[in-house]
């Protein structure tokens, strides 16, 4: 049977493949608008292309995944996991990544998406002595970038005595960024880097005390992978991510996007190095995952350092003791006051995970607890929105999760319960309706004094507190060239938060049209509407001085992309918005035109863009290309001109340089930003250049 396939196969793939198909680069900037097109400020790019990368780096075992592995991929629907774990148990392993097109429902496009992120084999070769592997592997790097805005902002300029006789603050360093970052990794054996970063602003400064030496920001990491029944040994930095994120986060939640059926799901990817340049969001210490047979228990040991403000506070007995007033998570150490919140705070966690995974693939449960301690209480400066966030000097949260593969539904949940006896819950489905219909539903609920500090569960906040709501999502593919997308999404927050001073809710939904005739030709309307209430200025009552409102958005973006030649890339996208206030609509527009072009060792991408928003709600997203591991999502308000142009060029197998210029010029105003970052002036220029080296 699998010589017959096999046979018929070759004679239909000799005009796709010559050999066994590579591994091919992903087109990152298609990637992320796939699964986050609905950009935001608050959203962490970084931390989220860390975590894909890693699994693009350990790419999955199609012989040994199960269903959670296979759906961490968003690129499986519930139907095609199910026939290929089917097809496996069949046939057994497979022979060749040329099989996958035996599945049934795994057409060309699915498969061709599916490839940077598999492959057949074990741990790879370990024959050879760790040290000896560690010598000869070639994927090891050296990242150099550098950044920098080259008009002059108001922190760079001399300070004055003009207010009271007194000298105005300013930044301590220059205007320029940099960043440095070593890599080795081998997929499944080994991964050891380290990543320094300066931001603008911040001094090249040797000083202990403030944990500065040279750069600003250190961070390391070495991470073994299956040494004997250990499965993964983390020292230094790194992140976990366990059942839905509501303990363990790893830093990032996709979110709703025009991805509107996988990515409400979160997957268990365990221990995983932190590579990002972020200050805040990760351990530091030790972690720990030991296998035995079907059962997985993880052990984490961390103490890092935290950026906060200290306070002096009188106790019950009139004594004066220092306290946390607030955390910052900004990463920026620019001027005095920043730099005096530098490392303040020592934050000690100890937490761990059990995990089951059934022999069958099918289903598996676990059990998560972390304990968190800090060097002194937070006490935060009270309001009525945060009376019921977190006050003290510990804090415990546990959880209990599942998630189960029965015929084509995926169904997933976690429920936990902080040291407040505050409570979140997610239970949610995956479902392939048919072959040409998926469906997706999530629930959750999160009390008001829900505390959990590295949790990154499915909410419309930044963070899982004070918010209920229901997600329904669906695909449809009526043809292969049509693919609809939709969801809705209904919330209420019960209690106050800041900038809404009553209980509120709200709802959004986006739904997209996508046509693909073919692979080098790709059309899509979406539209997402979204209403939420928000504190108005009420002007007819003076002793009322807010009067929470609602506010509508729309914002739609029509696209067309083409691959004209095998060396020339267009692209073209309308966006528009619209916010309702109190029955006065304001508008927005942005018109925009992509090129690229690339040939042999060379690639040239640019972008003209014309936008016009009359106020900062109606301002528009659009991902940029930047430079290698960077990331680029401006939000374009006001009026004006927004263009850059990106150059890559590959010296030889080793060296390879990126160059970009951006520039914005506004044509309604003589001053861009405020504060220490103001411009005096209508433009606004950026450079960005970085190199890398391959060191084998």
Known sequence: ????????????????????????????????????????????????????????????????????????????SPLQISNLLEYRKINGDFISLYELQAIPEFDL???????????????GSRTKPFFQRLKEEENAYLLFRHRRTWETRRGFTPADTSRNGTLSTRYLGDPNDFYLRFRIQRPRDFSIGMTLEKDPGEQFSWDGKTARYGFNFLSFHITRYFVGKWRTIALGDFQASFGQGLVFGAGYTLGKGAETVP???????????????????????????????????????SNAPRDGRISLTLDSLENTVETISSLTQTGLHRTPSELSTKNQIREVNLGGNLQF?????????GANVLHTQFNRPWIR??????????????????????????????????????????????????????????????????DRDFHSFYSSGFAENTRPINERGLYMGIQVMPTKVWRINAYYDSFRFPWIKYRVYSPSRGYE???????????????????????????LPNTGEPSL??????????????????????????????LWSQVEIEQNKTYGLMVLQDVQFGKNKWRITGRAALFDAETYDNR???????????????????????????????????????????????????????GLQTIEGPRQTDTAFMLRYFLQ
């Open 1 to 76: 049977m699998r010589l017959c396939f096999f046979s018929t196969f070759f004679i239909l793939s000799l005009g796709l493949f010559a050999q066994n198909p590579p591994k091919p680069n992903i087109d990152m900037e298609s990637f992320i608008e796939r699964l986050f097109p609905v950009q935001e400020e608050d959203i962490d790019y970084e931390a989220i292309y860390e975590v894909l990368f890693q699994l693009y780096q350990n790419p999955i075992d199609v012989n040994k995944a199960d269903s959670e592995i296979l759906q961490a991929s968003y690129l499986l």
């Open 620 to 674: 528009l997203y659009s991902f940029e290309n930047n430079v290698l591991w960077t990331f680029s999502v401006p939000a374009y308000s006001g009026r004006g001109i927004r263009h850059y142009l990106l150059g890559q060029y590959q010296f030889n197998q080793k060296l390879t340089a990126y160059f970009r210029f951006a520039r914005t010029t506004y044509t309604d105003r003589e001053v861009i930003s405020s």
């Open 509 to 535: 939904w986006l739904g997209r049209i996508s046509y693909q005739p073919r692979r080098n030709l790709l059309a899509f309307l979406q539209i997402r509407n979204e209403k939420k209430d928000r504190n």
């Open 545 to 574: 001085p807010y009067l929470v409102s609602p506010i509508y958005k729309i914002n739609s973006t029509l696209s067309l992309e083409t691959q004209l030649t095998r060396n020339l890339f267009l692209r073209s996208r309308v």
């Open 357 to 365: 995974n059934h022999p069958s693939g099918r289903w598996m449960g």
């Open 381 to 446: 400066d009270p309001r009525i929105y945060n009376q019921f966030e977190f006050s003290g000097q510990t804090n415990q949260v546990g959880s209990l999760y599942f998630n189960y593969y029965w015929k084509n539904f995926s169904l997933f949940g976690e429920s936990a319960i902080s040291k407040s006896k505050g409570t979140g819950t997610v239970i949610g489905l995956v479902s392939s309706l048919g072959k040409t219909i998926d469906f997706s539903l999530l629930w959750r609920n999160y």
């Open 263 to 301: 990515t409400v799901r979160r997957s268990s990817f365990g221990i995983l190095p932190y590579t990002a340049a972020l200050e805040f969001g990760y351990f530091r210490g030790v972690g720990l995952t030991r296998q035995i047979k079907n059962w997985q228990t993880t052990f984490i040991l």
């Open 109 to 123: 496009l699915t498969i061709e998406n599916l490839l940077p992120f598999v492959t057949i084999g074990g741990n």
